[in-house]
């Protein structure tokens, strides 16, 4: 079982970065996908941005794109989310997802990953 831990989560005031990280047991034996989801509360989890572990590709939300940069490093089984330029409405808890099995991407759905990590809270503030 694949098994993912986050990291790097944090209090900031708008305008300032954090950088998020997900550490994963396994890596390119068994995944082919990884992602960032983050969910406010009473709302959905949406996700953020996701990879693709193989081929280097990225896709972003447009309310991030130009502030938020995906990232990997496979010799560490890591993907990282760089989060600059943060707005009182990125406040959220962010969680790491990976799955393999397929070969499209991007995949930007819930269910459509099989492990995720426990979360980390990030909070904005004005």
């Known amino acids: 079982k694949v098994q993912l831990v986050e990291s790097g989560g944090g209090s900031v005031q708008a305008g300032g970065s954090l950088r998020l990280s997900c550490v994963a047991s396994e890596y390119t034996a068994t995944i082919n996908s990884m992602a960032w989801f983050r969910q406010a509360p009473g709302k959905e989890r949406d996700v953020v941005a996701a990879?693709?572990?193989?081929?280097?590709?990225?896709y972003y939300i447009d309310s991030v794109k130009g502030r938020f940069t995906i990232s990997q490093d496979n010799a560490k089984n890591t993907v990282y989310l760089q989060m600059n330029t943060l707005k009182p409405e990125d406040t959220a808890t962010y969680y790491c997802?990976?799955?393999?099995?397929?070969?499209?991407?991007?995949?930007?759905?819930?269910?459509?990953?099989?492990?995720w990590g426990r979360g980390t809270q990030v909070t904005v503030s004005s």
């Open positions: 997802a990976a799955r393999g099995g397929s070969w499209s991407f991007p995949k930007l759905i819930p269910y459509e990953y099989g492990y």
């Open positions: 990879i693709q572990t193989g081929g280097g590709r990225t």
